[in-house]
């Protein structure tokens, strides 16, 4: 019936699990969207970033925002230069966190 996979949805999902349920999952906050800042000539952007998503695509968005050429930009994040290969993740960039994008 209806109800009993009501049930078997809300039951060990991530909510409701067991802490070894979420290990396995290999860090729930790796999938959840959140937003970063981007100032730019005075501006600041607010874009959605995902952990796993490249930087590249980040410096696409921000760009695109803030009516840029990707070519002539970088993103710079406590005086480091964030490599485009490398993700949202491996800076550990967080909700609310501020990003340069000025002229490479």
């Known amino acids: 019936s209806p109800e009993q996979q009501g049930d078997k949805t809300n039951t060990g999902n991530f909510l409701g ?20 800042f981007v100032k730019c ?5 607010d874009i959605d970033v995902f952990p796993l998503e490249r930087i590249a695509v980040l410096l ?5 925002q803030a009516g840029k050429k990707r070519c002539t930009m970088k993103l710079v994040y406590n005086g480091e ?22 002229h490479a």
């Open 60 to 64: 696409e968005n921000a760009c695109q």
């Open 41 to 45: 000539a005075g501006k600041t952007l």
């Open 17 to 36: 699990g067991s802490p070894r349920a979420l290990g396995a999952d290999n860090n729930i906050e790796d999938v959840d969207k959140f937003n970063v």
């Open 81 to 102: 230069t964030l490599d485009e290969n490398k993700t949202v993740k491996h800076y550990k960039l967080r909700r609310g966190n501020t990003v340069n994008l000025i």
